[in-house]
């Protein structure tokens, strides 16, 4: 089994920053990509940032510039930093890793997902 535990949601004021982080634990042989989407209230759930194992990340165009997506691989956590907040990144956001379980497991590579945590921005 794995799980993925997002934290660093908040209420914020236009401008200002937070970052999330998305630890991941359980029965884990490896980390492929790993990544954070958003979803607000009325509409589809949406890209964010995503980061694979090496690699370029990649960024919604809406954020570039202002967020920033790292990993850890020894904490097996990734994180979202996102500094000049609008009240348009209001949203709930989840983490995504692509995990592959262990060879007793039978190596299964599938997308696993975390709770979500709210983020607001005031304006």
């Known amino acids: 089994q794995v799980r993925l535990v997002e934290s660093g949601g908040g209420l914020v004021q236009a401008g200002g920053s937070l970052r999330l982080s998305c630890a991941a634990s359980?029965?884990?042989?490896?980390?492929?990509?790993m990544g954070w989407y958003r979803q607000a209230p009325g509409k589809q759930r949406e890209l964010v940032a995503t980061?694979?194992?090496?690699?370029?990340?990649n960024y919604a165009d809406s954020v570039k510039g202002r967020f920033t997506i790292s990993r850890d691989n020894a904490e097996n956590t990734v994180y979202l930093q996102m500094n000049s907040l609008k009240p348009e990144d209001t949203a709930v956001y989840y983490c995504?890793?692509?995990?592959?379980?262990?060879?007793?497991?039978?190596?299964?590579?599938?997308?696993?997902w975390g709770q979500g945590t709210q983020v607001t921005v005031s304006s």
């Open positions: 995504v890793a692509r995990i592959t379980t262990p060879p007793f497991m039978g190596l299964r590579t599938s997308d696993y």
């Open positions: 359980g029965n884990i042989f490896s980390f492929n990509s």
């Open positions: 980061i694979p194992s090496s690699g370029s990340t």
